[in-house]
C-alpha cells in the first residue's frame, strides 16, 4: 500500500489489510496502489510483485476483459460480477467483485475492487464428478518403478478396507488420480466422486459440504491438500467429517508434504491428520521413479493419437537423454503440460526432436546439453514458423533475464540495477521463471 503523509494510515493500512474481502486499487495508468493480504491469498501474489506491472501483464483474462479496467475507462461502478481468469503462475480464479471509479475534485484517479474468492466454491459445484471425460482406474496409472507398483499395491488393499485414506505427495505427482482410481475400484458405478478444493475454501463451502452429506447415501469425497485449509476449517471440517462416516462413504485427503512437518509447523491439525491416517499412501517424485518417465510419454502420445489423430509416436534419443537428466520439480504434472504445449505446435512430426521443445524449457536445461540458447533462436526467419506473440515475448524474456543474470554472477542486486528494475521486480521474474 501507498504511505500517505496521513497520521490516520497505520489505521486504514490495519483495517484494509484484515478485511475479509480482496482489495485492489489502481490509479489511471493501471498500476497497483493497493493490494492487501486477502487479495495477495486469493491470487498467489505480493504487492512487490504487482507493484511494476500493469494489470494485463499480471492477469490473463478470458471471454471478459477486467472490471477494474472497465471502470478505469467507463468511470461507472460494476457491481455482483463474477470473474474467472488466471494469475502469471497459471492458477485458475473466480471472484465476485465490486469495482468503483475513484474520483478527486470531479476528475478520474483510478478504480478500486473489492473481491470475494469463491474459487472453490465453483469447482465444487460445477466439478463434482470426474475432472476426465473417462473414469480413471489403476490400469491407466503408468506404474513401471517398483515405488509406484507399490503405491499401487497399497491403493488397492486400502479399497478393500474401506477406511480413510491419506495421500502424500509432492505437486504434479498424480494424488488426485490415485483418489479417483480408488473411488472407481470401490465404489458403484453410479455412486459420486466430489473433490473439495481446500485452496483459498471458505465457511460457505464446508456448510454445502454438510449438505451434500445429508443428501447422498453413498459417495467418495476427496480432499485436496487439507494442509492448506485454516486451522479453524480443518476444525469445521473434522467435526463433519466425523458425524458424516457410515457405510457406502469413503474420505480420501491429501497433503503436499510429511504429516510431521505440518504438524510441528501449525500448519496440520494432528486430529484431522488421525481422522484420515488409517491409510497412509506416500506417491514419490518422479525424480526419484524416472522409469515412469518414458511409459508416460508412451501412453500421453497414445492417447492423444486416438483422440485427435496426432501423428507424433515418440521422442528422440537426445530428448530421451534430456528428459532423464531433467528432475521435473513439477512432476508429472510438468511434463503433461510440456507435452500439451509440444503437440499443440506440432504438424507431421512423428518424434519430438530438441528443436521442437519450447525455448523456455531449453533455456532451463541448456546446461545439462551443452547447448546453450543462443540471441539467433529469437529472429524472425522466413522459413521458421512464428510463434504465438505472447510466447515470444515470455521466453525471450526468460531468455535475456538468465543471461543478465549470469553475467552478474548471479547478484540480483547487481543485476536488478543493470536491467534498471527493482529487486523485488527481478525476484519476482526469475520465480516466474522456475516454475
Not at 471502470?71 to 492458477?91: A, D
Not at 494432528?270 to 514419490?284: E, G, N, Q, V
Not at 511409459?295 to 530421451?320: C, H, M, N, Q
Request: aromatic share 10%; net charge negative; hydrophobic share 40%.
Amino acid at each position: 500500500m501507498v504511505q500517505y503523509d496521513n497520521p490516520f494510515f497505520p489505521f486504514y493500512q490495519f483495517a484494509v489489510n484484515h478485511a475479509g474481502v480482496g482489495i485492489h486499487a489502481i490509479d489511471q495508468t493501471g498500476r497497483t496502489i493497493i493490494y492487501n493480504d486477502k487479495m495477495k491469498e486469493i491470487e498467489g501474489l505480493d504487492l512487490d510483485d504487482v507493484g511494476d506491472r500493469s494489470i494485463l501483464e499480471l492477469f490473463s483474462f478470458e471471454q471478459e476483459e477486467s472490471t477494474l479496467l472497465k471502470v478505469l475507462q467507463s468511470g461507472k461502478e460494476q457491481l455482483n460480477v463474477k470473474q474467472t481468469y488466471w494469475n502469471r503462475n497459471g492458477n485458475e480464479i473466480t471472484t465476485i467483485n465490486d469495482t468503483f471509479p475513484i474520483f478527486s475534485e470531479g476528475v478520474l484517479i483510478g478504480a478500486i475492487e473489492i473481491a470475494k474468492d469463491v474459487t472453490a466454491l465453483e469447482k465444487f459445484i460445477l466439478h463434482p464428478l470426474r475432472k476426465t471425460s473417462t473414469p480413471v482406474t489403476f490400469n491407466q496409472i503408468v506404474a513401471n518403478s517398483d515405488a509406484m507398483k507399490a503405491v499401487i499395491t497399497t491403493a488397492r488393499k486400502a479399497c478393500r478396507a474401506k477406511l480413510p485414506i491419506l495421500l502424500i505427495g509432492e505437486t504434479g505427482t498424480g494424488k488426485d488420480l490415485l483418489a479417483e482410481s480408488i473411488h472407481n475400484e470401490s465404489s458403484p458405478t453410479d455412486s459420486p466422486f466430489y473433490t473439495l478444493f481446500c485452496h483459498s475454501t471458505d465457511s460457505e463451502l464446508i456448510e454445502k459440504l454438510a449438505q451434500e452429506f445429508d443428501e447422498a447415501d453413498q459417495f467418495t469425497l476427496f480432499c485436496e491438500r487439507i494442509d492448506l485449509l485454516s486451522m479453524g476449517l480443518q476444525q469445521k471440517l473434522l467435526s463433519i467429517l466425523s458425524h458424516a462416516e457410515k457405510d457406502g462413504r469413503q474420505f480420501i485427503a491429501s497433503i503436499g508434504e510429511d504429516p510431521v512437518e505440518l504438524i510441528s509447523r501449525g500448519t496440520l491439525m494432528k486430529d484431522l491428520y488421525y481422522f484420515f491416517a488409517s491409510f497412509t499412501i506416500r506417491i514419490p517424485p518422479v525424480r526419484k521413479r524416472k522409469e515412469d518417465i518414458l511409459p508416460f510419454i508412451d501412453a500421453y502420445l497414445t492417447k492423444r493419437k486416438e483422440r485427435f489423430g496426432y501423428s507424433l509416436e515418440g521422442v528422440s534419443e537426445e530428448v530421451e537423454q534430456l528428459f532423464l537428466l531433467y528432475d521435473w520439480p513439477g512432476n508429472l504434472r510438468e511434463l503433461e503440460f510440456l507435452l500439451d504445449e509440444i503437440s499443440s505446435l506440432a504438424t507431421m512430426e512423428t518424434v519430438i526432436t530438441y528443436e521442437m521443445l519450447p525455448l523456455h524449457f531449453r533455456i532451463k536445461t541448456d546446461d545439462m546439453m551443452n547447448k546453450p540458447v543462443q540471441a539467433v533462436d529469437f529472429i524472425v526467419q522466413p522459413n521458421k514458423d512464428l510463434m504465438p506473440l505472447d510466447q515470444f515475448l515470455r521466453e525471450a524474456e526468460e531468455y535475456y533475464l538468465v543471461k543478465a543474470m549470469k553475467l552478474h554472477d548471479d547478484n540480483i542486486t547487481k543485476t536488478a540495477n543493470a536491467l534498471g528494475m527493482s529487486r523485488q521486480n527481478l525476484q519476482y521474474r526469475l520465480r516466474k521463471i522456475k516454475k
